[in-house]
Every structure is written in structure tokens, then in C-alpha cells.
């Protein structure tokens, strides 16, 4: 059974960086589809990006375009968001989701593989 952990989550100040890992273990990802998602308090669950893995082609949602990248590493079992001039209105918790096939979907309720999330705070 395929089992996602997340980490890299942490307090950066605004304008800085954090990269955030989504490792596999259990199966391979090279079935999958992998996203990002967030959720703020109060708020729902909202898609930030995915890649696929066959072919690496990636979407992201508009609030993120320009500063987030979502990459892979076949060797490793991972993927990575790398978020770059984050903002005050980036923190949440950041889950990753792995959905069977090479189709990428924004909607959460495609994926069915989730991992505990990671915490990212942005400070002003």
C-alpha cells in the first residue's frame, strides 16, 4: 500500500523559500499522479499543483503560478514543491496526494492516497 510522508514545512519570513518533500514508500510512484494541497484554517482544502509521473507535466493553480515548482525525483520516490516569494496568504498545511493514472486533476476528491501534511507559517 502506497504511504506519503511529508516534510520541510517551518516559519520563513515573507519574500523567503521553503522546499517541501512528498516521499514515498510502500509502492513506487511511477503509477501515479502526484499533487499538492493546502488548507488554511477555516478554510477548504485548495489545490496548489501536480505533476504527473510518466511524463512530468505539471499544473498549477494561478495564486501559485511564477513561484512554486513542483518537481520529481524518479531515483528517490519523491517529489518536491519548491515555494519561492511565499506571502502572507501561503500559510497551511501542505498535504500531498497521489491518484493512479497520468491524468492530473485538481479536485481532491481524485486522490485517494494522503499524506499527514506539513505546517508552513509565513511571518510579515
Known amino acids: 500500500q502506497l504511504q506519503l510522508v511529508e516534510s520541510g514545512g517551518g516559519l520563513v519570513q515573507a519574500g523567503g523559500s521553503l522546499r517541501l518533500s512528498c516521499a514515498a514508500s510502500g509502492r513506487t510512484f511511477n503509477t501515479y499522479t502526484v499533487g499538492w494541497f493546502r488548507q488554511a484554517p477555516g478554510k477548504e482544502r485548495e489545490f496548489v499543483a501536480a505533476?504527473?509521473?510518466?511524463?512530468?507535466?505539471?499544473r498549477y493553480a494561478d495564486s501559485v503560478k511564477g513561484r512554486f515548482t513542483i518537481s520529481r525525483d524518479n531515483a528517490e520516490n519523491t517529489v518536491y514543491l519548491q515555494m519561492n516569494s511565499l506571502k502572507p496568504e501561503d500559510p497551511a498545511v501542505y498535504y500531498c496526494?497521489?491518484?493512479?493514472?497520468?491524468?492530473?486533476?485538481?479536485?481532491?476528491?481524485?486522490?485517494?492516497?494522503w499524506g499527514q501534511g506539513t505546517h508552513v507559517t509565513v511571518s510579515s
Open positions: 505533476i504527473t509521473w510518466s511524463r512530468g507535466g505539471t
Open positions: 496526494a497521489a491518484r493512479s493514472g497520468s491524468a492530473i486533476s485538481i479536485q481532491k476528491n481524485a486522490y485517494d492516497c
